[in-house]
């Protein structure tokens, strides 16, 4: 009676490790197709501070090169 948790543990370490297999083949999905890791929680604020963060590297780049 004395290992009767063991019955229970077995599945849940299952579904415990597939859940975090999922999680981390998602994320390097991710960061292979763009190229960094997903922003997570990103606002209206986040995606205007990252397109004018692109326009001034551009900017920069582009007189760099000049």
Not at 46 to 66: C, G, L, P, Q
Request: net charge positive.
């Amino acid at each position: 009676m004395s290992l009767v948790w063991m019955q229970a543990a077995l599945p849940l370490g299952i579904i415990g490790g597939m859940l975090c297999a999922m999680g981390h083949i998602q994320y390097n999905i991710h960061k292979f197709a763009h190229g960094r890791p997903k922003h997570v929680c990103g606002d209206l604020w986040d995606t205007a501070m990252e397109r004018r963060d692109k326009k001034v590297i551009e900017k920069f780049t582009a007189a760099s090169h000049n």
